[in-house]
């Protein structure tokens, strides 16, 4: 039950601060925050990514390119121009690092008012960090494992930032239903998304791209959006008109 329980919250908490603080915020600027603010998601999406910590500003830049892009050959993460996930997977890690090392200089479209902070970035980046997270991880697992298959789970927390850019980059551009014509292959994958957050409501999402809640139908949740409109009532941040 304890490691069930780990497991649940490193994915969740991981995955909140994707879709909240690296899609919505860095990427498309949905809401706004100050500069304090900024700096705690900032810190929380590298404390829950932990050993998978993605770069806000090269995450951004890919993101762009997505949806500028999207299901052509200049997309960085189209199913539809690599024949697995495990392709699509790394062919996302070499483009997401030549931005993120500065190699690779974007388009001038898509640099844009992205939040950076060179101390986390750094740290969260060393190979130190990435390797002290993961010995925490099967720390944890070693003290508190029942059964030998739990260990199995493992290579999820070491990777679990780009699992779920995986998840939702495959499965969101091949499976499930359109609302819209997008010209291009996005799809809603689950029409109660709990499993990421909303974030495959692709085909919603590609059609109004700055609209913070990507539900768009009756029977559609996205179950980050309410978390939203609660922390716009508190006045943490401020959501766009769109």
Known sequence: MIILFFFLA?????????????????????????????????????????????????YAIMHR????????EKDPHSPHFIKDVF??????????????RYKLEPEP??????PTWKFVDRVGDHWITRVGFGVFYT?????????????????????MGPIHGAIVNWCGHKYG???????????????FDFLMMGELFQNNHHKRPNDANFAKRWFEFDPTYPVMKLLHLMRIIKLRKV
Request: hydrophobic share 45%; proline share 3%; net charge positive.
């Open 177 to 191: 239903y359109s609302n819209f014509d997008n010209d291009d292959h996005s799809k809603n994958t689950l029409p």
């Open 87 to 100: 392709g699509l997977m790394w062919k996302t890690k070499e483009i997401y690092l030549s931005y993120q």
């Open 10 to 58: 490193h994915w969740f908490l991981s995955l909140f601060f994707q879709t909240f603080f690296l899609h919505r915020y860095a990427s498309h600027k949905m809401f706004k925050m100050n500069a304090a603010w900024e700096k705690v998601f900032y810190f929380c999406t590298f404390m829950f990514q932990g050993s998978s910590f993605l770069n806000p500003r090269a």
């Open 65 to 72: 390119m997505h949806h500028a892009y999207s299901d052509t």
């Open 109 to 114: 479209q898509f640099i844009d008012r992205y």
């Open 139 to 159: 720390a944890f697992y070693v003290m508190f494992a029942t059964h030998w298959w739990m260990f199995l789970l493992l290579p999820i927390h070491f990777l």
